[in-house]
């Protein structure tokens, strides 16, 4: 029998011959950065909402004094579509003074109809924001930001064109949209109980 004699072949050799006959996968390339979105809300963006809320009220009672129901309610739709998520479902809105049937304002037209009247629709709606609001503060008894979500309860001072000073409840609730801008989802309104 005649010995055979090994040839010692080199490790790239065997390499270079796998991947060019297949037998070796290729290294997939590194994948794309993973775009990140982050929709976590700050005590900042929440505070800001508030006062643009106020301001809000204040613009639409000083527009109708000036220039009528009409440049009012123009107003007022920009402003519950800036400001409200009615463009991503129904927002859960409980004015102060509305009475059953039309208690919730759950569409768009229903939180129109309460700010501004004019809806024979919500027959009862003489318009909230009508009213000669001249000021407007908030005065929060907590914040609570979970993420992508924020709730706060305080009271909501409005001041009348005569100086009169009406205090209110309030508890809003707050997600971000696609685009990043705060929205109120829940808008709960109610008079102080009196204790009698």
Not at 136 to 161: H, K, L, P, W, Y
């Amino acid at each position: 029998m005649t010995a055979r004699r090994l040839i010692p072949v080199s490790a790239t050799l065997v390499l270079s011959l796998a991947a060019a006959t297949g037998a070796i996968a290729k290294t997939p390339a590194a994948p794309a950065a993973a775009t990140v979105v982050n929709q976590a809300i700050s005590e900042a963006e929440v505070l800001g909402a508030q006062r643009a809320w106020c301001q809000a009220l204040v613009d639409i009672s000083t527009t109708h004094a000036r220039s009528g129901q009409a440049a009012a309610k123009a107003l007022a739709e920009r402003v519950i579509d800036s400001a409200y998520g009615y463009q991503m479902g129904a927002v859960l809105f409980k004015p102060t003074l509305t009475v059953a049937p039309q208690t919730f304002r759950t569409t768009r037209a229903g939180a129109l109809a309460y700010f501004v009247g004019g809806d024979a629709a919500f027959p009862k709606d003489t318009g909230f924001a009508l009213k000669g609001w001249t000021n407007c503060e908030v005065a929060n008894a907590a914040v609570f930001i979970a993420g992508d979500s924020a709730t706060t309860m305080g009271n909501v001072r409005i001041t009348n064109s005569k100086g009169d000073v009406t205090t209110v409840d309030k508890t809003w609730g707050y997600v971000k949209d696609d685009a990043g801008r705060l929205r109120i989802v829940l808008h709960h309104s109610s008079l102080p109980f009196s204790g009698n």
